[in-house]
């Protein structure tokens, strides 16, 4: 029978509708009365509030490293645009950053972003952009070397125009990789996502270059709806 990830079973016979249904009000558009509705209706929102995580975005990266195992214990990790943490969270326990497994390496986690962000235990935070002239070298100042994982879940704000928006987000992820070739020690891992679409095709290229293996996933939890997907390039050559 299929679960819901909330582990409840989703075959409807004899259950309630416990589908919240949003009211449109005066001064609520009617595409935010639908992402109300969506938001209070999805269970990775519900299971990120009732787990502790910032946002629904921490279930991606846990499916990401589950299938390609790159939050090891004693990584030392760079999180660009970590805002508002739910990534961070999840590789605070995955790298054992807070030093909770015994006899196990502890890692580093440094993240970055344009906006601040509240403080997780075990976690760095800078408030920067990535592309600044010497954001590099800063980062790994701060690291105290090279990281291990680069990984970047960056958006640029919407146009609403969708080819625009799908140009943004692939210079940003180039941009992204760029600075991964600055920061990543050999044999590092760049996790970034794109939207699928026209002009990837480069992006792919240049990461089959400099990694011996790119994977492309969509994990579960991100929506149907969206054509984002993830990049999972592995064993950099620096
Ligand atoms: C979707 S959010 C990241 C969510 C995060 N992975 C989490 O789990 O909480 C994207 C973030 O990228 C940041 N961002 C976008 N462009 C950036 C840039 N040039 N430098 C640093 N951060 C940037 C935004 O401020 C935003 O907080």
């Not at 990534?87 to 440094?110: D, M, S, Y």
């Not at 952009?129 to 980062?139: Q, S």
């Not at 080819?163 to 210079?171: C, E, F, V």
Request: net charge positive; aromatic share 8%.
């Amino acid at each position: 029978m299929a679960k819901t990830p909330t582990g409840k079973n989703t075959s409807g016979r004899g259950q309630r509708d416990l589908t919240v249904k949003v009211k449109t009000a005066r001064g609520r558009t009617l595409s935010s009365t639908r992402w109300l509705q969506r938001q209070l209706n999805d269970p990775y929102v519900k299971r990120a509030q009732a787990e502790g995580y910032r946002g629904r975005a921490a279930f991606k990266i846990m499916e990401l490293d589950d299938k390609y195992r790159f939050l090891v214990n004693g990584a030392r990790i760079v999180d660009l645009g970590c805002a508002p943490g739910g990534w961070c969270q999840v590789a605070v326990k995955r790298v054992n950053a807070l030093g909770e497994k015994p006899g196990k390496k502890v890692g580093t986690i440094l993240g970055i972003d344009l906006q601040e962000v509240d403080p997780i235990p075990g976690c760095v935070f800078h408030q920067l952009d990535f592309m600044d002239e010497g954001a590099d070298d800063k980062v790994k100042e701060w690291l105290g070397g090279k990281a291990d994982v680069v990984m970047s879940d960056m958006a640029a704000s919407s146009s609403g125009h969708k080819q625009t928006d799908h140009l943004r987000i692939i210079s940003l992820c180039e941009a992204a990789a760029y600075f991964a070739f600055d920061v990543l020690e050999e044999g590092g891992t760049f996790v970034a996502k794109v939207l699928a679409g026209g002009a990837e095709g480069d992006l792919q290229k240049l990461l089959k270059q400099k990694f011996t293996k790119v994977f492309n996933m969509k994990p579960p939890s991100s929506r149907s709806d969206s054509s984002e997907k993830f990049v999972v390039a592995m064993g950099f050559r620096g």
